[in-house]
C-alpha cells in the first residue's frame, strides 16, 4: 500500500528496505523536543479499573463527576464537548451496549472495544466517503489493515484469544458487521494486527489508563537506545526528538523498559514482536558491564562497585573479577531466595488491603537483603525500592522516601537515557518531599523540581497542563525564596 506520511507529518518520510520493510526517517535536521507526531485514537478506551473515573473520549481523570450517556449509561465522558466528539462512533455503540451489555453488567475487554469501535469507525467512515466525489482516500482503517499481525508467529492460546474476541465482535455487531471491510475469517488476524501495533496510553505519572490505535504512528521502528519518546496529553499522542537527529536519519523508539539487560529486552521484543534488536546499545560490548548489575551479585567488598560472575575454577563460588574476593554460591542463592519471598508476601499483603504496616515493614526487610545478596543496579532491588516508595506515603511516612528516590534517580540515570518518564516523575516526588520536609530543604526541592520540569518540558512540550503546573510552582516558589529570603 502506498502511503505518503510526509502529507500529515511533513518533518516524517515513510522508506522501505528489504531487511526493515518500512520505516521512518526525518525529512529535515531536527532539534531536542520537536514534535514530529501529533495524533489522535482511531479508536481507544479506558481499563475497567478507570471505567466511571476518567472520560472515555479524552481520558482525563474525573472522579465522580463524570456524565454518563443517559440511553446506555456505559460510557462516560468528562464534559459535553467530550460526549459529542465521541458521538458518531458511540451512537452505534450505544445500541449495542443495551443490547450486550446493559448496565450493571460486567465491563467488556478492553481489547473488544477498541475493536469494536474502530470497526464502527470505519464503517462510518466508509459510507460517508460513498456519498462524495473524487478518489478514495487512504484512511487509518487501510493502514491498520496493512501492519504486520505476526499471527502464525504466535501460540495457539494467543490466537485463540484473537478468534475468542472476533467472534464477541461478530456476534455483538451482527447484520451490521462490516464484512465489506475486513471479512469475519479474518477478525482474528485483525486482532493480532491490533495487538501487535497498539500504544498505552499513560499519564504523567506513568500510570497506565488503557490503550489506543495510532495506525500512522505504527510505521516507527524500535530501538533500546531511541531518538523519539511518545508522551500523550490526555489521550492525544505525541512523539517529540529526545536527541538532535539529522535529515534523513531513521526515528525510532522503544517498544520495551529501557532499563532491563540486552537479554531481557531481546526476550520481550522476540515474544511481542518477533525480530532480534540490533540497535546500537544491544551491539555495545560496554554494555556487559551494565547488564552483569541489572542482574547480578555485589561484590561483598563494600568498597568495591564491581558485580559478581561464576568462578571459572569451581562452580560453587562466585567471585569479584575486580578485587578477587569469593561467595559460596549456595550462601548467596539462599539470601537472594529469602528476599524474594519477603518482597512477594509483602507485595500480597498490600495487593490485598492487609494492614499496611505490617507489609511495609515485610518490604524493608527484603529490601534490606536485596540490598545485601544483589548489586546496588540490580533490577530486584529497585523493584523493591520502588514498592516502598509508594508504600511510604500511605504509611504517613513520605520522608523516608527520600533516600529512596535518590537512589532510583541513580539508577534510572545510569541505566536508561536521561529523558525517560520515570526519572523526571521521580525528580518531580523528591522536589516535593524535600519542600514539605521544611525551610531547611526547600532550596533543594525546588532544583530536583527544575531537573523535572527540563525533561517534562522535552518529552511533553513546555505548554502542556502538567507542565504549566510544575513552572508555575517553580515561580512561586522563587518568588517567595526572593521575598523571606
Not at 42 to 47: G, H, I, K, L, T
Not at 333 to 342: N, R, V
Request: charged letters at 20%; proline letters at 4%; one cysteine or more.
Amino acid at each position: 500500500m502506498a502511503f505518503d506520511l510526509t502529507a500529515i507529518f511533513p518533518l516524517l518520510r515513510l522508506e522501505t528496505s528489504e531487511t526493515k520493510g518500512r520505516f521512518v526517517v526525518a525529512t529535515t535536521d531536527l532539534d531536542i523536543g520537536q514534535v514530529v507526531v501529533e495524533a489522535e485514537p482511531y479508536s481507544s478506551a479506558v481499563f475497567p479499573t478507570f471505567w466511571e473515573r476518567n472520560c472515555h473520549a479524552c481520558f482525563i481523570q474525573n472522579d465522580n463527576k463524570l456524565l454518563s450517556c443517559a440511553a446506555c449509561k456505559r460510557s462516560w465522558y468528562c464534559s459535553k464537548e467530550c460526549q459529542k466528539s465521541a458521538w458518531p462512533v458511540h451512537k452505534g455503540e450505544c445500541k449495542l451496549f443495551q443490547k450486550h451489555h446493559p448496565a450493571g453488567s460486567r465491563v467488556p475487554p478492553t481489547m473488544y472495544l477498541v475493536m469494536l469501535r474502530a470497526l464502527l469507525r470505519a464503517s462510518a467512515e466508509r459510507k460517508a466517503a460513498a456519498k462524495t466525489a473524487g478518489p478514495t482516500k487512504t484512511s487509518d482503517f487501510d493502514v491498520l489493515l496493512s501492519l504486520q499481525s505476526h499471527f502464525e508467529d504466535r501460540g495457539e492460546q494467543r490466537q485463540a484469544m484473537y478468534k475468542e474476541l472476533g467472534g464477541m465482535v461478530q456476534r455483538t455487531m451482527a447484520d451490521e458487521f462490516p464484512a465489506s471491510l475486513v471479512a469475519p475469517e479474518d477478525l482474528a488476524e485483525l486482532f493480532a494486527k491490533m495487538d501487535c501495533n497498539s500504544f498505552a496510553i499513560f499519564n504523567t505519572r506513568t500510570i497506565q489508563l488503557g490503550f489506543g490505535l495510532y495506525p500512522t504512528a505504527s510505521f516507527f521502528n524500535h530501538s533500546c537506545a531511541p531518538n523519539v519518546i511518545v508522551s500523550f496529553d490526555n489521550a492525544r499522542l505525541y512523539m517529540r526528538t529526545i536527541a538532535r537527529v539529522p535529515a534523513g536519519t531513521e526515528l525510532c523508539f522503544s517498544y520495551t523498559d529501557i532499563h532491563d539487560p540486552t537479554f531481557m529486552r531481546q526476550a520481550a521484543l522476540q515474544r511481542s514482536y518477533f525480530f532480534q534488536c540490533r540497535c546500537s546499545r544491544c551491539v555495545d560490548p560496554a554494555q556487559e558491564a551494565i547488564n552483569a548489575s541489572l542482574v547480578g551479585y555485589r561484590c561483598f567488598n563494600a568498597d568495591c562497585p564491581a558485580a559478581l560472575v561464576a568462578s571459572d575454577s569451581d562452580v560453587n563460588v562466585m567471585e569479584c573479577p575486580s578485587c578477587g574476593v569469593t561467595k559460596l554460591k549456595s550462601e548467596i542463592l539462599e539470601l537472594a531466595a529469602s528476599a524474594e519471598k519477603l518482597h512477594n508476601d509483602a507485595t500480597e499483603a498490600f495487593d490485598k488491603r492487609q494492614e499496611l504496616k505490617n507489609a511495609t515493614q515485610m518490604m524493608e526487610r527484603a529490601f534490606k537483603l536485596r540490598q545485601e545478596v544483589l548489586h546496588r543496579h540490580n533490577r530486584l532491588v529497585q523493584d523493591s525500592r520502588v514498592k516502598l516508595i509508594n508504600y511510604y506515603p500511605l504509611s504517613q511516612r513520605p520522608e523516608d522516601a527520600i533516600p529512596l528516590l535518590e537512589q532510583s534517580i541513580d539508577f534510572l540515570s545510569t541505566v536508561g537515557h536521561g529523558y525517560h518518564l520515570t526519572l523526571a516523575f521521580n525528580w518531580y516526588l523528591l522536589g516535593t518531599l524535600f519542600i514539605q520536609s521544611g525551610m531547611s530543604q526547600r532550596a533543594r526541592g525546588v532544583e530536583c523540581l527544575r531537573k523535572s520540569y527540563a525533561i517534562y518540558a522535552i518529552t511533553h512540550g513546555a505548554t502542556h497542563p502538567w507542565v504549566l503546573e510544575i513552572a508555575q510552582r517553580i515561580g512561586e516558589l522563587d518568588r517567595r525564596a526572593s521575598k523571606y529570603g
